[in-house]
């Protein structure tokens, strides 16, 4: 299973991003997918889940702002983040278990300024 991350970049205070997590392999589609984020000094976070059922779970302080969706077809997880702010940036980690294992992308730098 391999995990690769997308869409980062450099916005101002209150736009938007999209980030896309595209899966490898053919569980994709059994599984729950997560997003997590690293601030620098920080304790890595879990920022959405969606799972096979497209039930989701969103750190309180992203909700209303951020919507993860997924694709089955295509593989892949979106993340999209509206009014995007200071405190949103850090770099963002797709992240699957699976048998035991923990998979994680390679991570996408999101950096808002002010």
């Known amino acids: 299973v391999q995990l690769q991350a997308s869409g980062g970049g450099l916005v101002q205070s209150g736009e938007s991003l999209t980030l896309s997590c595209v899966v490898s392999?053919?569980?994709?589609?059994?599984?729950?997918v997560d997003w997590y984020r690293q601030a620098p000094g920080k304790r890595r976070e879990l920022v959405a889940s969606i799972t096979s059922g497209r039930s989701t779970n969103y750190l309180d302080s992203v909700k209303g702002r951020f919507t993860i969706s997924r694709d089955n077809v295509k593989k892949t997880v979106y993340l999209q983040m509206n009014s995007l702010n200071l405190e949103d940036t850090a770099i963002y980690y797709c992240h699957l278990a699976a048998w035991g294992y923990d998979y994680w992308g390679q991570g996408t730098q999101v950096t808002v300024s002010s």
């Open positions: 392999g053919s569980i994709f589609r059994f599984q729950t």
